[in-house]
């Protein structure tokens, strides 16, 4: 598709719970990355991959967090046991390039509340 | 500790330029600077990118010293839409995704 589509628009959970946020990027993009944006409106790198393969993921919280971009599905973003500070928009892009010279396209984002 | 750092809110008026600063002081030889406008509820949308010098679109310019350690977001002739959050973003050493912390610009009539 022409825009990168994220599903589903708002997630809650309660704490504890598993939340999995989808994420299609843009066809032909080989980059996809996920960013958490919190109420002060920071946004925090978490994990980048270059089509099925982690890219970067020094920003993940690898104990509760984890990520997959796998041929002909859509990437994901799994958070086990979640907690009340895991409340953000999540955010993913894809760009046909890493880095230097690129232009990220967002998606709408996630958003998930925890109670 | 690489940081991009920018105002945390700007006013204006119809009709005038904005300039938005962002300082990004231990930025590398082949960073690039990035910029993005969010509204609310909204992804950010890409605007501008730039290396070095001026880079001028039919939206912006980016102008970047030539030490690099700071780059201006200038908006021609704001109009009541351009009420944004604008975010500097520099990928250091390639990888190393560094928002700011965005600046919330206010465009009053």
């Known amino acids: 598709g022409e825009e990168v589509a994220q599903t589903p628009k708002h997630l809650v959970r309660g704490e504890g719970q598993k939340a999995k946020l989808y994420c299609a990027p843009i066809?032909?993009?080989?980059?996809v990355f996920w960013y958490q944006q919190v109420l002060k409106n920071e946004f925090k790198f978490l994990i980048s991959?270059?089509?099925?393969?982690?890219?970067?993921e020094t920003g993940m919280p690898k104990e509760r967090f984890s990520a997959k971009c796998l041929p002909n599905s859509p990437c994901s973003l799994e958070i086990q046991a979640t907690k009340l500070e895991d409340s953000a928009v999540y955010f993913c892009?894809?760009?046909?390039?890493?880095?230097?010279?690129?232009?990220?396209?967002f998606g709408p984002g996630t958003r998930l509340t925890v109670l | 500790l690489a940081k991009t750092t920018q105002p945390i809110s700007m006013d204006s008026y119809e009709g005038q330029e904005v300039n938005i600063t962002c300082s990004h002081n231990n930025i590398a030889t082949n960073d690039y600077i990035t910029w993005y406008q969010q509204f609310p509820s909204q992804g950010p949308r890409f605007i501008i990118q730039g290396y070095k010098t001026k880079v001028t679109n039919e939206v912006a310019s980016l102008f970047i010293p030539a030490d690099r350690k700071s780059s201006t977001l200038s908006l021609p002739r704001v109009s009541l839409s351009d009420t944004a959050v604008y975010y500097c973003?520099?990928?250091?050493?390639?990888?190393?995704?560094?928002f700011g912390a965005g600046t919330r610009l206010t465009v009053k009539p």
């Open positions: 991959f270059q089509n099925e393969n982690v890219f970067d």
């Open positions: 066809k032909g993009h080989s980059y």
């Open positions: 973003l520099v990928a250091y050493n390639n990888n190393d995704m560094r």
């Open positions: 892009a894809s760009s046909q390039s890493q880095g230097n010279f690129n232009e990220q396209f």
